[in-house]
């Protein structure tokens, strides 16, 4: 090989050294800028499976999946039942936000009237999972997260939530694996719950359990004040309707 081709071949070898040198400086001053609390890997099947992008400052609205730091009463029982880890954030979509009514009905989970979603009963190990029944319209400052998915642990179990819990929109970057078809985002059904009521909240309520006090969420869900004799059905149907 000729002197000049020899010179030539390292002149391109050290831009290539100095290309390389000079995107690890760019990507380790830009990981600098990044906070890692802004990234969040789902483990749990209620959404896609993956790494989530949180966006801290932007907008809330009905259908957004959030990030969601549960409270500590929450956490203990995620992690004794082994859903997931104490420190762990979970991946919800907002369902209810100030002024919306959200009622538990037996095992029903209605929104402003429609039905939404059903609650289970028992964990696949056979655990008694939290459970709350009656209804309220969510104040300030608070929220109801619930998931396409029948088995997500959310809002059907824990009642509302405090808004200021919510980390921020979480955006997919990469996810992997599928959710069956019935369980695919439809965030209409979900999201909102503003669909024709069916009947009634008289009527809705006549198969309703009395409201019943839920330690795990952020308000009791307690007839107020409460009739002598306790807050049975009808009570609480009529008192609803006033």
Same mark, same amino acid.
């Given at each position: 090989?000729?002197? $000049?081709?020899?010179?030539?071949?390292?002149?391109?070898?050290?831009? !290539? =050294? #100095?290309?390389?040198?000079?995107? *690890?400086?760019? +990507?380790?001053?830009?990981?600098?800028?990044?906070?890692?609390?802004?990234?969040?890997?789902?483990?749990?099947?209620?959404?896609?499976?993956?790494?989530?992008?949180?966006?801290?400052?932007?907008?809330?609205?009905?259908?957004?999946?959030?990030?969601?730091?549960?409270?500590?009463?929450?956490?203990?029982?995620?992690?004794?039942?082994?859903?997931?880890?104490?420190?762990?954030?979970?991946?919800?979509?907002?369902?209810?936000?100030?002024?919306?009514?959200?009622?538990?009905? $037996?095992?029903?989970?209605?929104?402003?009237?429609?039905?939404?979603? !059903? =609650? #289970?009963?028992?964990?696949?190990? *056979?655990?008694? +999972?939290?459970?709350?029944?009656?209804?309220?319209?969510?104040?300030?400052?608070?929220?109801?997260?619930?998931?396409?998915?029948?088995?997500?642990?959310?809002?059907?179990?824990?009642?509302?939530?405090?808004?200021?819990?919510?980390?921020?929109?979480?955006?997919?970057?990469?996810?992997?694996?599928?959710?069956?078809?019935?369980?695919?985002?439809?965030?209409?059904?979900?999201?909102?719950?503003?669909?024709?009521?069916?009947?009634?909240?008289?009527?809705?309520?006549?198969?309703?359990?009395?409201?019943?006090?839920?330690?795990?969420?952020?308000?009791?869900? #307690?007839?107020?004040?409460?009739?002598?004799?306790?807050?049975?059905?009808?009570?609480?149907?009529?008192?609803?309707?006033?």
């Amino acid at each position: 090989m000729a002197a $000049g081709s020899w010179e030539r071949g390292c002149v391109m070898t050290r831009r !290539d =050294a #100095l290309l390389v040198m000079g995107c *690890g400086l760019s +990507l380790m001053l830009a990981a600098s800028f990044i906070d890692r609390s802004d990234f969040v890997w789902n483990r749990t099947e209620s959404v896609a499976k993956g790494l989530y992008f949180v966006d801290r400052s932007a907008p809330l609205s009905k259908g957004d999946l959030v990030a969601f730091e549960p409270s500590d009463e929450v956490r203990r029982w995620l992690d004794q039942e082994g859903i997931v880890g104490s420190d762990w954030p979970l991946l919800k979509h907002v369902a209810g936000l100030e002024g919306d009514e959200i009622c538990r009905c $037996g095992t029903g989970i209605l929104i402003n009237g429609s039905h939404v979603a !059903d =609650a #289970l009963e028992t964990t696949r190990s *056979g655990s008694t +999972l939290p459970a709350w029944q009656g209804c309220r319209t969510l104040q300030a400052g608070q929220v109801f997260l619930l998931n396409d998915h029948p088995r997500s642990v959310d809002g059907r179990y824990f009642g509302a939530q405090l808004r200021a819990r919510i980390l921020g929109i979480a955006s997919p970057i990469w996810t992997y694996g599928k959710r069956p078809a019935e369980y695919q985002a439809d965030d209409k059904a979900v999201g909102s719950g503003s669909g024709q009521a069916s009947g009634s909240r008289r009527a809705r309520l006549r198969e309703c359990h009395p409201a019943t006090l839920n330690p795990l969420s952020a308000h009791p869900f #307690l007839c107020d004040p409460a009739p002598q004799g306790g807050c049975t059905d009808l009570q609480s149907a009529a008192r609803l309707e006033q």
